[in-house]
Structure formats: structure tokens, C-alpha cells
């Protein structure tokens, strides 16, 4: 089982390697394909937990995105 993202995905390695394998297991590749999610939805899936959402919702509000209602 790859952990590694696709070349084409801009998740942040430092989720880590539970979180990254939980987000492409359920189709969750690129920053666009997260802000498409609401935060409790990604909390759902095995591997996100606090530090990776805290994380993806620094890196979201960066770029202008945060998570989808």
C-alpha cells in the first residue's frame, strides 16, 4: 500500500503517513478535494485526527479556502 501522495496531489507531508493514506483512500487528493469536505467528515476517516485537521485547516486558510460547511 503506497502512502506516498501522487505527483499531482498538494497534501502536506506533514500530516503524516496515517492521514495521507486515509485521505487517498477515500478519493481525497489535492487541497481543492479537502476544502470539498466538511471538517467532521474528514475527522470520519480512519487516520485524520486533531493535528492533521489543525494542519489542513492552516494550509486551507492560506490559500483563501477553508472547510466545506
Known amino acids: ?8 496531489s498538494d497534501l502536506p507531508a506533514s ?3 496515517p492521514a495521507t493514506r486515509g485521505l487517498l483512500d477515500a478519493g ?3 487541497l ?3 476544502a470539498a469536505r466538511s471538517k ?3 475527522a470520519a476517516l480512519h487516520g485524520v485526527g486533531p ?3 489543525r494542519i489542513l485547516s ?3 486558510a492560506e490559500r483563501g479556502q ?3 460547511s
Open 58 to 60: 492552516d494550509v486551507l
Open 51 to 53: 493535528k492533521a485537521l
Open 40 to 42: 467532521a467528515e474528514l
Open 28 to 30: 481525497v487528493v489535492t
Open 66 to 68: 477553508d472547510f466545506a
Open 15 to 17: 500530516i503524516g503517513k
Open 32 to 34: 481543492d478535494d479537502v
Open 1 to 8: 500500500m503506497a502512502t506516498a501522495p501522487p505527483p499531482d
